[in-house]
């Protein structure tokens, strides 16, 4: 059974795999093992993302571990993983549409057993190493931009970094609402959202709130979403660029899974689901 159901990796490998840089597989003397099909590596890395499992545990006879990692690092020195994010986005807004006008943000803690240039101390897991996520989505809970830290950041300074990450992309619409739980109730944050042109909507400080009070539920499911991903639940990586390799994959999975759910009732094409995913 495959890790993510192939409605969704198909157009993932299309799109990736025009992005992928032509190399010269013939070697002039013949002499050379036969380079791993990208295809191949991709499906084993997917199933890295998904299970969280060690690359050893996911090699086999048609790829070594060596491998996996020295093909994902060929990836990140392309960009390639960046580039299909920012594809994937495009697709959504053109196809189903991003709503913008409402934004939500909010961090997540996970693990970092193996410490790592992006992991330290956790304050909800007794020091242990760990990196947060500070995730900014639209009102139907897209992944817009993700910025990740060591652990022992406090959410309230990310947001700057976060609201930059959306507005490097064109994605930021002047007068959005941000939607912010009690953790950045203070005048300082009130201060940077109004000086960029957007509406404060944070749950105050020592009153009790509902989840759905600021509609910031909405980002609460997109991180249950992407910790469905145990790599990112569970990372083992010590390098930040690979850190972040990863959080653009899991974004670009849950962005086209998505898609697919909300196309499904609008449109008809070839491989469409039998029924809605």
């Given at each position: 059974?495959?890790?993510?159901?192939?409605?969704?990796?198909?157009?993932?490998?299309?799109?990736?795999?025009?992005?992928?840089?032509?190399?010269?597989?013939?070697?002039?003397?013949?002499?050379?093992?036969?380079?791993?099909p990208d295809r191949v590596v991709f499906e084993k890395l997917l199933q890295v993302l998904v299970f969280g499992c060690a690359y050893w545990r996911i090699s086999d006879e048609r790829c070594s571990a060596t491998t996996l990692r020295r093909r994902r690092d060929e990836w990140i020195e392309a960009g390639a993983m960046?580039?299909?994010?920012?594809?994937?986005?495009?697709?959504?807004?053109?196809?189903?549409?991003?709503?913008?006008?409402?934004?939500?943000?909010?961090?997540?803690?996970?693990?970092?057993?193996?410490g790592g240039e992006k992991a330290a101390r956790s304050p909800v897991d007794r020091g242990k190493r760990g990196i947060k996520r500070s995730v900014a989505v639209d009102a139907r809970g897209i992944p817009l931009a993700v910025v990740t830290t060591p652990a022992n950041r406090h959410d309230s300074p990310l947001l700057p970094d976060t609201l930059d990450a959306i507005r490097e992309s064109g994605l930021l619409a002047e007068g959005a609402s941000i939607r912010l739980d009690r953790g950045y109730d203070s005048g300082t944050t009130r201060e940077r959202l109004l000086a960029r042109g957007l509406v404060p909507e944070i749950s105050p400080k020592g009153r009790p709130a509902p989840l759905n009070a600021t509609g910031r539920w909405i980002v609460e499911r997109t991180n249950s979403w992407q910790n469905?991903?145990?790599?990112?639940?569970?990372?083992?990586?010590?390098?930040?660029?690979?850190?972040?390799?990863?959080?653009?994959?899991?974004?670009?999975?849950?962005i086209v899974g998505r898609l697919v759910r909300e196309a499904w009732t609008r449109y008809r094409w070839d491989g469409r689901p039998l029924r809605r995913p």
């Open positions: 059974m495959p890790a993510v159901p192939p409605y969704i990796i198909e157009p993932i490998w299309e799109q990736f795999c025009a992005l992928l840089p032509e190399r010269d597989v013939d070697h002039p003397l013949g002499c050379h093992r036969p380079r791993i960046d580039a299909l994010e920012g594809i994937v986005l495009e697709a959504y807004d053109r196809i189903v549409g991003l709503e913008l006008s409402e934004v939500a943000v909010d961090c997540c803690i996970t693990k970092a057993p193996c469905a991903h145990k790599k990112l639940v569970w990372c083992t990586e010590r390098r930040g660029r690979v850190v972040d390799f990863w959080v653009a994959f899991s974004s670009v999975v849950v």
